[in-house]
């Protein structure tokens, strides 16, 4: 059964909340079955899989497509579809719209909405639609143009703008705060002062939970960013596993004598369908292709 933002919001506290991106039906499907809590289909995919050099190119339909396949391996973890550059902001109805079919359409449990004043009375709409909304404050990546990817809330006058925009958020009904890239003071004291959970990346060890970018976590991307841990070496796992293709198949190793006899299998679920048997399950469910979705 799949975790509610009310169970996100009662694990604060209690034991430290886990949030990894994902943005394929593979890694969500590892991360769930390591129990992670709440996984985020980043628009951090730009940076990631698709070769951006920032989050500003990626558009609505990249993130819907990633997050129906998340949601389609995920049975447990909360799936938070995280709302690109311009999706929101605009106008709200095509906001709503846009945050909306991530539920209606994709199978995702919540939203994530790169905050700032523009996205208050936005959250507090969301909310009140039944869209439930991940706040992120501190470096927000879609303002790259303005502040780099500095450490912000460094100074006292950021650090209060941050905290007022932390509580208009609590206030406007969302369900939980990321926090990138702050002092681990100013972390510490929003969750501190918050009555929803906060998840820091880059915000020291003082928060609720803590989140990564699964290709930072894993050891597969190239350059992460100073703050974050790899737990692993992908990287140098698929180098080893595509150097040895190519030798194998170089050298004649690969393939063996009759590798190529018998059934080729099925690579889908165990009855060769989709999960619940719907060959349909992938189409807009109320046939409206959203069309008036900015891209
Ligand atoms: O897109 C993303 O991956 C994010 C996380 C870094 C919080 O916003």
Known sequence: MTRTVRDIRSKAGERPITMLTAYDAPTAAICEAAGVDLLLVGDSVGNTSLGYDSTLPVTVEEIASRTGAVSRATDEALVV???????????????????????????????????????????DRLTDLGIPVMAHLGLTPQRVN?????????????????????????RAGAFSLVLEHVPADLARELTDE????????????????????????IGLSERPPPFARSFGDVRGEMQEAIAGFKRGVEDGSFPDDGAGDGDAGDRGTEDGGTEDGDPDNGEDRDGDPGDDAVQ
């Open 146 to 170: 303005e502040v780099g990817y500095a450490q912000q809330g460094t100074d006292e006058e950021a650090a209060a703008g941050i905290r007022s925009l932390a509580r208009e958020h609590e």
């Open 81 to 123: 579809s995280d709302l690109p550059f311009l999706s929101v902001g605009i106008e709200t109805a095509a906001s709503v719209r846009n945050a909306g079919r991530m539920l209606k359409e994709e199978g995702a449990n919540a939203v994530k909405v790169e905050s700032g004043p523009h996205t208050v009375e936005l959250t």
């Open 194 to 217: 918050l009555s929803i959970p906060t998840i820091g990346i880059g915000a020291g060890p003082h928060t609720d939970g803590q989140v990564l970018v699964v290709d930072d976590a």
